[in-house]
């Protein structure tokens, strides 16, 4: 499914891969394991699965976005829900992916969930999402540098993202790099 998605988006390639990674040593930074931790995981690695629903004129435009086409990337956490969702044994890792880009203050979307009521697993591929993309370059902007991405990420802990979250990032990458 992933190989489907990042075939049809440039910017996909190696995103999902890389939010998996990240997810996953945030996961085990925080403790969680079991079952828990390989449905965080997996979902970390389908999150963006629903892009594939996306017209590639949107999908891959080099510039801003209009109001409507940013809606349209809007729909991409439902469709990822919906197609997760049909496998039975896989409900819960489609509750994760639908929140993904849910806000902690509740202003986020789909259904604008807050603070505790966004899955756990939801807030962790948040902020490990938001990082990737942030360190990534984009048709309409320059990549941030990791400090400009953490401070970025500590500047919206507690309204964007779970300021616990942020903080175990953060230890993930002052283990994972000496010097950021």
Request: aromatic share 6%; glycine share 6%; net charge negative.
């Amino acid at each position: 499914m992933i190989s489907a998605l990042e075939a049809k988006d440039v910017y996909t390639q190696g995103h999902s891969q890389r939010v998996c990674k990240l997810v996953t040593q945030i996961v085990y930074k925080m403790g969680i394991e079991g079952k828990e931790a390989e449905d965080i995981i997996t979902a970390a690695r389908l999150h963006d699965i629903g892009k594939i629903g996306i017209r590639d004129e949107v999908l891959n435009k080099p510039g801003k976005l209009t109001d409507q086409e940013f809606a349209e990337i809007m729909d991409h956490p439902v469709m990822s829900y919906e197609i997760i969702n049909k496998m039975k044994a896989m409900e819960n890792i489609a509750k994760i992916i639908r929140h993904h880009h849910e806000k902690y203050d509740g202003k986020g979307y789909p259904d604008g969930l807050k603070g505790e009521k966004i899955p756990l697993g939801s807030r962790i591929i948040a902020v490990a999402d938001a990082f990737d993309a942030m360190t990534s370059k984009r048709p309409y902007r320059d990549s941030f540098t990791m400090a400009q991405a953490i401070e970025e990420l500590k500047k919206n802990a507690g309204t964007q993202f779970d300021p616990k979250i942020v903080d175990a990032f953060i230890s993930v990458i002052k283990d994972l790099v000496i010097d950021y």
